[in-house]
């Protein structure tokens, strides 16, 4: 089984503008709602794929209710622990003339140490041999700045596969708990090791360097120029096919998606990496946080080739 956790899941509302125009009244061509989080997202796209998973969260308030019931009308299974604040909602505003987009996303709601317990419990009960568990985003107030070391521990003491997708002291905690892989972009890969990273060779030592931490297996994401895998058996390079300007804020979610995807299927890292990225493109090509049609990304997929690097 494939399980997801969110632990600062959001609303995501998209307002497609004609032009950023400021101190007047624009009034929006279009609006969407999207079930917005990390895990959310890699469940999304897993069902694209054909393949169930179990999302995990915190949830809260209206907010909460309404992604418990559109996870539910897509066939997601849900087993949300619940909290007394109200999940946020994040907002992204997207300028059809100029393809560039603002996203603003609110803190989130407190967790407190009981909410957390009852989540990591839950955990616990779940957990099985074989299983893997996606952890992503942000973490709420409140929330242990170890929470996800303190998941991934849980999770692979139990025998399943951990995949992080964070960025600051959460996945640099998280790092040392020795997760089967993380995936972090260009920047939280710099901030994380405080090396450059401007070029493909420095770009592959950072990633040997996070493995230094912990993490088994590393994949950086490179927006659309695609992603860089490093393991024990060396860096692997795969390109992005170009596709149509859409939104990219859950490209990387869906590359994270691909990527447990294949793996769980028991394709190599390589293969994991060429589906991960296929993925990824599809998503970038969308609106709001579209994950693109199945046989979209099986026509992407087609195109990218990893290449190890020296």
């Known amino acids: 089984m494939i399980y997801t956790i969110t632990l600062n899941p959001a609303v995501d509302k998209e307002y497609l503008i004609p032009d950023f125009t400021f101190d007047q009244v624009t009034r929006a061509n279009a609006t969407r709602i999207d079930l917005g989080g990390k895990g959310f997202n890699v469940s ?5 794929m054909g393949t169930e998973s179990v999302a995990l969260a915190f949830a809260g308030g209206h907010c909460g209710s309404l992604l418990r019931d559109g996870l539910f009308r897509l066939g997601i299974p849900t087993d949300f622990t619940w909290i007394s604040g109200e999940t946020r909602a994040n ?30 419990a839950r955990v ?19 929330a242990p700045a170890d929470s996800y070391a303190q998941l991934i521990t849980a999770v692979q003491n139990k025998g399943g596969r951990a995949l992080l997708d964070s960025s600051g002291p959460a996945l640099a905690l998280g790092c040392r708990a020795a997760p089967f892989l993380v995936k972090p972009n260009q920047a939280e890969t710099a901030e994380l090791t405080g090396l450059p990273v401007g070029s493909t060779a420095e770009l592959a030592a950072a990633a040997q360097a996070v493995r230094a931490l912990g993490p088994a297996h590393v994949v950086i994401s490179r927006g659309a120029a695609g992603a860089l895998l ?5 860096v692997w390079l795969a390109e992005s096919p170009a596709v149509p300007p859409g939104n990219p804020t859950g490209a990387g979610d869906a590359l994270v ?3 447990v995807w294949a793996l769980a299927r028991e394709e190599t890292l390589v293969n994991a990496l060429a589906w991960g990225v296929a993925c990824g493109a599809a998503g970038a090509s969308q609106p709001g946080t579209g994950m693109g049609a199945r ?8 195109h990218i080739n990893p290449v190890p690097l020296p």
């Open 44 to 48: 999304r796209l897993l069902k694209i």
């Open 91 to 120: 907002i992204s505003i997207l300028d059809s003339r100029r393809r560039r987009y603002l996203k603003i996303n609110e803190a989130g709601p407190t967790v407190t140490e009981t909410d957390f317990h009852n989540l990591l």
């Open 124 to 142: 616990l009960d779940l957990a099985a041999p074989g299983d893997w568990w996606v952890l992503g985003g942000s973490l709420p107030p409140g």
């Open 230 to 234: 490093a393991s024990e058996a060396g």
């Open 257 to 259: 998606g691909g990527l």
């Open 295 to 302: 046989a979209e990304i099986e026509a992407l997929r087609a």
